[in-house]
Structure formats: structure tokens, C-alpha cells
């Protein structure tokens, strides 16, 4: 289980948008923290709490697929639900499905500023392998 | 820094020669000052990955504000053979018809100048602007249908705006050939509360001052006059587009795949134009078409009945008509003339605009003869234009131009600039009334994060494929 007080990502520099760079020693704290780092680009999540609890199903061809739909997904419950999470709890992972359950809180945009809108999540430079036996993922967004 | 080397065609275009798998040469329309930048940046690769596309006819090009985009450049415009060309959401964007719409006022400046700010908070109050902004509309599903098959004509239907808003839109607001069954849901779901918002990032409502005047005759013809008050609209399809053009891209992955088309970038999957898979995103992308027309629109709508209750004036008074209302991200079909004969090709803008010269069918009936209005929205702090399209760029671009300044500093660094300074405040001084949703947007979106508009007109200007007509200083901006 991963959770946004322990996140750790770098942002990607790119005109126009923004990308992040995530690390895992495991393919569920990997897509945790992608999760979590895009999250904490869009929205300042200080004092979001745990009260709405959604499942997550995604399936991709490859683990590349399965990272832009992952986040996707979290991306539409965002902009539809106006709920960000700020907890990923990743209870099944291989190269082509992923099940989890995420925890956050609808958000009120007067205290928690919205800071991005991300458009899409988008397949350039997009990267997920093992390095030294630590996964890495870089991911790009469409503001 | 890109490797890719330039051949001097004339003092505004230069050419990529053909080399690997490209199937047409590339053009870049570009001031000489302006290539060292473009150079620095990604997009001419971009360009050239767009030649090795098959059924490209002509030369892949780019316009002045080019910038790195997803798979085609910013600023991109690229035509495909009908029968064994491709279409590529890539070659359009996320945001499906983001445009222009440009309207003009009866009101002088020297009559509001001391209104500037009570308008600008009308406008704010009125126009729904924001990340994941909700409008006060409500549409059901099945105006939501409606919505993207008849575009801005469903919003005239329900009262919002009169029948010749329509005679004076790309398309006239209503691009036949939607299948909005083609649509997914989550588009639908995306796309249903946000009909009528403005969004975030470099959108807006602006109140500009017409200011200079560069060619009289037409700019009368367009009805601008110099010391007038005019209002643009830069917006487009909001979640319901990007969530057409995700869906679009995960069937067109695998259709590149199918039909052997090799990508130099995942981002350029395309389908042959034909395919099942071609034609459902032309059915889908076009129900987006139809709803950033809509959306608009509305917009339109409330700006009017805003500026009217602020300076308790009459419609008559207000006489704000449309000017006309471009579409800067889009594919569609279009008649050409390709090696002397004519040709329905498949024409990709994105980031780019039509710029039709003078006698074609598709124009206004009123602007037949003298082409058709180009609008180039500047950063909130310098100017924008109004061009006119002209024969040359029907015998060079496939009619098209450029579409805005084009970004020079990424969105960190423009905030990390914008440290410790008010952008709100730099604007006022510059007599610019500027409001926005999100803390952030200001600095992102401030102007020395953009080019300079002026070095891109010149350019196309320049290069003949638009003509000059007016310039329109901002006086109040609402943004997202």
C-alpha cells in the first residue's frame, strides 16, 4: 500500500507539458507512486482525507498500455467525480492487468487549489523497465 | 538540438530534403530569426516523421508558431490522398476543434474605457472557466446527440445566438458526416456538464481595442473599424474531444499494427482514411467538431447578454455580431489542385488554420471575393490579428496559416520567472484587466512565455499566404 505523504517522483520538464519519473522496487509501488505523483501535480492534496473508496480495473497489451490506462482511469474518475486519491492499494499486477483500490475525497477546489488540468495521459517517451533490479517509469501528460 | 539541416527555398520557407523514409520533402515557413529557436526544439523532426505517413502529397509543413506536439509538430498541416492516405488523431489533437471566434461590437472604447473592469467581472461571472469547469446548462443525453450532429445551430435552436452567428463559422458551425454514436460514454460523460465553459491553460474570453488598421477596404468589408470594441473567443471541446482523441488513439495503435504501417512515433498511429478504423475516428472526431461549435456558441451567447446587463444597453446598441470563427485543430475533406488537376484530399491542421483565398465556395457569401478571415489570438498581453487568406496559400498550404504566437518557455519555467512578481499587476500597468480561475495560470500563461505574434504574422505575411487587416489590443481577459 502507498500513500502521498510518501511519494516520491521528479517532474519532467517538456514545453507546453509536464511529465513525471517514477521509481518501484515492485511493479505495485511502481504504478503507486505514478498514481500518486500525477495526483500531487494536478492538485494540492493537504488535508484530503480517505472517505470515498473506489475499485480500479485496467487491462493493457504490454505494461506500457497498462500505465497510460491506469492512469487514465484515475484521471476520468477525477475529472468526473472531482475526487482526487491520495491512497493506492494495488491487490493484483502483471504485464497486462491490474486491479486495485484507491482512497481519496471528493475535493472542494477552494481549499485544495487545482493546479494542472491534465488533458491526457500520452504514449510519448513513454518508458517502464527494469533498471539494476528497481523498475522505472516516465510518463507524459497533455495540459 | 535537432540534426535536421534546412534548404533556403525563399526568405520565409525552407525545406527538410527527402532522406530515409520520408515520401515528401518538409516545409518550414519561418522568418530567418526565427529558425535558430525552431532549430532548439524538437517539431522539425516532427515534420519529417510526418513525411514517412503514407498517401502524404505534397510536402509535410509547418507553420511560424510550430512547437513540439504529439506525434505531428504544433503548427503542423499535412494532406493525404483519399484513396491510399491515413488519418491520424495525432495530426489533429487532443483538444478536437479548439478555435477562434471573433466578434465585433458597436461600442466605441472612449464610451466603455472606465467600464473595463466591471465587464471583465461580468464576463467571469458568466462564463463558467476553470479545470474541470461545469457550466450552468444542463443537457440531457439526448441533446447531447443533437449537440454533435447540428453543433452551433443546436444552440441557436434553444435561443442562444440568431441564424447569422451561422453563415460566419468554419463549416458553418454544423460539420456534416458526425456519428455521435461513435462516441464512448465516458466522452459523453466527460463532455455533458462542461458544454458552455471555457476550460484552463491558454484559453479565454478577451475585450480588445481594435487599434491598426493595415488594410482599409477589407477591413471594412469585415465591418472592423478602428477605435471599436471587439471580443474573442479561444476555446474547443473540452473533455469530450480529449477523451475522443484517447479512445481514437488506443483503436489506431493497434490499426497501425494491422495494417503495417510503420510508426516513427506511437504518437502518429493513424488508420488508412477507408478503413473501418479511419472512418470511425472521422465519425467520432467530427461529433467533437460539432460540439466545440456548440460550445462556443454558448459562450457567445452569455457574452453578449453579459455586456449588455453590465452597460444596460439594447441588442441594438451592443451590435455584436460574429466576424467569423476558425478552427485551429482539425482534419477534413477539401478540394485542392494537385498537380494542375483537382484533387479531395484529406487536409490535417493542427495548430494550424484554413486560410482560403478569395472565390471559394466555402466562404461567406459577404467575404467571397476577398478570402477568408484569419484569426491569430496573441498572448494576453500583446496583440492579436485578423488575416485574410489568399491564392497563394491554396497553391502552397493547402490553405492554411498559422494559428497564434506558440510557446517559448515551458509552464515550470514560466512560473519559476514569474516568482515573486504579480502578472495581474505588470498587465494593469499596462492598462490589461486580467481574471483567472486557477493561481497558477497567470504565470504560466504570461507573456514572455510566448513568442512574439507579430514575428509569426510577418512571417506568413511574408511568405504571401495571409494578408494582413487588423490588429486588436487585449483591455480585459477571463481565463481558466
Known amino acids: 500500500m502507498a500513500d502521498l505523504s510518501t511519494v516520491c517522483y521528479e517532474q519532467i520538464e517538456h514545453t507546453g507539458d509536464i511529465g513525471i519519473k517514477v521509481y518501484g522496487e515492485s511493479l505495485q509501488e511502481l504504478f503507486s507512486n505514478a498514481a500518486l505523483g500525477m495526483f500531487d501535480l494536478m492538485v494540492d492534496c493537504q488535508g484530503v482525507g480517505r472517505n470515498v473508496v473506489e475499485e480500479v480495473e485496467v487491462a493493457g497489451d504490454n505494461l506500457e498500455e497498462l500505465l497510460v490506462n491506469w492512469l487514465q482511469e484515475l484521471n476520468y474518475l477525477f475529472v468526473t467525480e472531482q475526487t482526487v486519491f491520495v491512497r493506492v492499494d494495488i491487490t493484483r499486477i502483471d504485464e497486462e492487468e491490474l486491479t486495485a483500490t484507491v482512497y481519496g475525497d471528493k475535493i472542494n477546489p477552494r481549499k485544495n487549489e487545482i493546479k494542472k488540468e491534465i488533458k491526457a495521459v500520452t504514449y510519448h517517451e513513454i518508458d517502464v523497465r527494469k533498471v539494476n533490479n528497481k523498475w522505472r517509469a516516465q510518463v507524459i501528460f497533455d495540459i | ?480
Not at chain 2, 158 to 175: A, P, T
Not at chain 2, 252 to 257: D, I, K, Q
Not at chain 2, 297 to 308: F, G, P
Not at chain 2, 432 to 439: D, F, L, M
Request: aromatic share 6%; net charge neutral.
Open chain 2, 1 to 480: 538540438m535537432s540534426e535536421i539541416k534546412f534548404k533556403k527555398i525563399s526568405d520565409f520557407v525552407w525545406e527538410i530534403p527527402r532522406a530515409g523514409n520520408m515520401n515528401v520533402p518538409g516545409r518550414i515557413y519561418a522568418s530567418h530569426k526565427m529558425l535558430s529557436h525552431i532549430q532548439a526544439d524538437k517539431a522539425p523532426e516532427q515534420v519529417a516523421n510526418v513525411a514517412t505517413l503514407p498517401g502524404i502529397i505534397g510536402f509535410s509543413m509547418a507553420m511560424p508558431d510550430m512547437h513540439w506536439g504529439y506525434g505531428f509538430s504544433i503548427g503542423g498541416v499535412a494532406a493525404f490522398d483519399t484513396d491510399d492516405g491515413v488519418i491520424s488523431p495525432g495530426g489533429v489533437g487532443y483538444d478536437i476543434n479548439c478555435g477562434v471566434r471573433l466578434l465585433r461590437t458597436g461600442l466605441e472604447y472612449d464610451r466603455i474605457r472606465h467600464d473595463i473592469q466591471k465587464l471583465v467581472d461580468g464576463l467571469f461571472r458568466a462564463i463558467p472557466t476553470g479545470v474541470g469547469s461545469k457550466g450552468p446548462l444542463r443537457v440531457s443525453e439526448k441533446d447531447m446527440a443533437h449537440v454533435m450532429q447540428q453543433g452551433a445551430r443546436w444552440a441557436v435552436n434553444q435561443g442562444m445566438g440568431e441564424d447569422r452567428d451561422l453563415e460566419y463559422i468554419e463549416e458553418h458551425g454544423e460539420m456534416a458526416g458526425a456519428q455521435p454514436e461513435l462516441v464512448s460514454e465516458k466522452a459523453i460523460i466527460r463532455g455533458k456538464p462542461q458544454l458552455g465553459t471555457l476550460g484552463s491553460g491558454n484559453h479565454f474570453v478577451e475585450l480588445q481595442l481594435i487599434d491598426e488598421i493595415f488594410d482599409e477596404p477589407a477591413a471594412q468589408r469585415l465591418g472592423l473599424k478602428k477605435g471599436n470594441i471587439a471580443v474573442t473567443i479561444h476555446t474547443g471541446s473540452r473533455g469530450l474531444g480529449y477523451q475522443v482523441c484517447d479512445d481514437s488513439i488506443k483503436k489506431m495503435l493497434r490499426a497501425s499494427e494491422k495494417y503495417g504501417i510503420d510508426l516513427p512515433d506511437r504518437q502518429l498511429c493513424c488508420a488508412p482514411i477507408q478503413s473501418p478504423e479511419g472512418q470511425e475516428y472521422f465519425g467520432a472526431m467530427v461529433a467533437a467538431i460539432n460540439y466545440a461549435f456548440a460550445n462556443r456558441q454558448v459562450i457567445t451567447h452569455w457574452a453578449r447578454e453579459s455586456i449588455m446587463k453590465t452597460l444596460r444597453i439594447s441588442p441594438r446598441e451592443l451590435h455584436m455580431d460574429v466576424v467569423y470563427e476558425v478552427a485551429h485543430n482539425i482534419a477534413k475533406y477539401e478540394t485542392h489542385i494537385v498537380d494542375g488537376q483537382k484533387k479531395r484530399v484529406c487536409v490535417h491542421r493542427k495548430g494550424a488554420t484554413r486560410a482560403f483565398g478569395p472565390g471559394q465556395p466555402e466562404l461567406p457569401a459577404a467575404y467571397r471575393d476577398i478570402g477568408q478571415p484569419v484569426l491569430i489570438p496573441g498572448d494576453m498581453g500583446r496583440a492579436s490579428y485578423v488575416l485574410l487568406g489568399t491564392d497563394e496559400a491554396m497553391e502552397q498550404t493547402f490553405g492554411s496559416t498559422c494559428h497564434g504566437a506558440g510557446r517559448l518557455l515551458s509552464r515550470n519555467q514560466a512560473i519559476k520567472n514569474a516568482r515573486g512578481r504579480s502578472i495581474q499587476h505588470e498587465l494593469a500597468k499596462d492598462g490589461i484587466i486580467v481574471r483567472a480561475t486557477g493561481r497558477g495560470t497567470l504565470a504560466e500563461e504570461m507573456p514572455e512565455a510566448y513568442k512574439d505574434v507579430a514575428d509569426v504574422v510577418d512571417a506568413v505575411a511574408g511568405a504571401g499566404i495571409s494578408r494582413k487587416v487588423a490588429r486588436l489590443r487585449p483591455l480585459g481577459v477571463i481565463k481558466g
